[in-house]
């Protein structure tokens, strides 16, 4: 079973930062690629960022590219999501999720309960 605990979010102004958790089973961080999309309300879900634990790769959409840094700590089967100078259009409910890294964007089949991020200009 996939298992996956968020932790992190909240309020900031912009320019602010914000750090992301998302704990895993050692399967899960083993197995999948691990990373967080969001969704604000009236808008489509947007991929953000993964991390694939087997050999460290990353993704990142555009849009945060520069500003958001995801890592993984193998020790403790948890990602992390650092989100630096943000903008309240980063302002949504971010999911992590369990899946696959394809060449331009991360694919998900498993995600967690969700975590607020809101920025205020």
């Known amino acids: 079973e996939v298992q996956l605990v968020e932790s992190g979010g909240g309020l900031v102004q912009a320019g602010g930062s914000l750090r992301l958790s998302c704990a895993a089973s050692?399967?899960?961080?083993?197995?999948?690629?691990i990373g967080w999309f969001r969704q604000a309300p009236g808008k489509e879900r947007e991929g953000v960022s993964c991390?694939?634990?087997?050999?460290?790769?990353?993704y990142y959409a555009d849009s945060v590219k520069g500003r958001f840094t995801i890592s993984g700590d193998n020790a403790k089967n948890t990602v992390y999501l650092q989100m630096n100078s943000l903008k309240p259009e980063d302002t949504a409910v971010y999911y992590c999720a369990a899946g696959v890294m394809l060449l331009h964007s991360c694919e998900y089949d498993y995600w967690g309960q969700g975590t607020q991020v809101s920025v205020s200009s």
């Open positions: 991390f694939a634990s087997s050999d460290g790769s990353t």
């Open positions: 050692k399967r899960t961080f083993d197995d999948y690629a």
